[in-house]
């Protein structure tokens, strides 16, 4: 079973502080992603990496940025936290990037 | 960019019943996907289906890509199908490989 993970499940953090938020995949895929769930919005791509060190924007990359140094791990970037980025965060990954996706549990993070 | 709606948006469901979720796509794709987000925000796969038709125990899945839509079939439901059911689909025509999420159809099923 692919197994995804995310480094916590609740997270609590002040405006302009920088956050990190770690995605790690088990299965040796390729494709990563890091998207953002908002009520009445859904879920939006923030960022994908089709490989080590390579990266594409998504809908909504304002504001963030993201780090994959090795193929299992992809990291999410707030520079300077603010009360917008408030949300769900979810990352997953995939072999192929037109294959199954499969997602991490979340994290909820709220920026006072 | 491309469309996606889901309907119906809220259902109630008595333990036992059976269901269809419909998806609604305004462009031809080349992906599309349904996952189950349960109560704790866990998103699971159900079905990777661009087209044609697929089951899954008491989960099938139908997509005519010809006319823009998808199904998904719940039957026998049960307590533990409760959760927001997604539709995501990638616009063949875009290049880009990003999925679109629609906004989903939350299901209560009730003992």
């Known amino acids: 079973d692919v197994k995804v993970t995310q480094s916590s499940r609740y997270l609590v953090k002040r405006t302009g502080e920088k956050v990190f938020l770690e995605c790690v995949q088990d299965?040796?895929?390729?494709?990563m992603f890091w998207y953002r769930q908002d009520p009445g919005l859904g879920l939006r791509l923030i960022y994908f990496?089709?490989?080590?060190?390579?990266?594409e924007k998504g809908d909504i990359p304002e504001g963030y940025s993201v780090s994959r140094e090795k193929k299992e791990r992809f990291s999410l970037i707030l520079e300077s936290a603010s009360t917008n980025q408030t949300s769900m965060y979810l990352c997953?990954?995939?072999?192929?990037?037109?294959?199954?996706?499969?997602f991490g549990p979340g994290t909820r993070l709220l920026v006072l | 960019g491309i469309q996606v709606e889901q309907s119906p948006p809220d259902l109630i469901l008595q333990e036992g019943a059976n269901s269809t979720l419909r998806c609604n796509f305004s462009?031809?794709?080349?992906?599309l996907q349904w996952f189950h987000q349960n109560p704790w925000g866990q998103l699971i796969n159900l079905f990777y289906?661009?087209?044609g038709t697929k089951q899954n125990g008491r989960l099938s899945a139908t997509t005519v890509a010809t006319e823009r839509y998808s199904l998904l079939y719940i039957s026998s439901s049960q307590t533990t199908d409760s959760g927001v059911y997604f539709c995501?689909?990638?616009?063949?025509?875009?290049?880009?490989?990003?999925?679109?999420f629609g906004k989903g159809t939350k299901l209560s099923v009730i003992p």
């Open positions: 995501a689909v990638e616009d063949s025509g875009a290049g880009s490989y990003q999925l679109t």
């Open positions: 990496s089709y490989d080590v060190k390579m990266k």
């Open positions: 462009d031809s794709v080349n992906n």
């Open positions: 289906i661009p087209s």
């Open positions: 299965m040796d895929h390729e494709n």
């Open positions: 997953a990954s995939s072999r192929g990037l037109q294959e199954t996706q499969y």
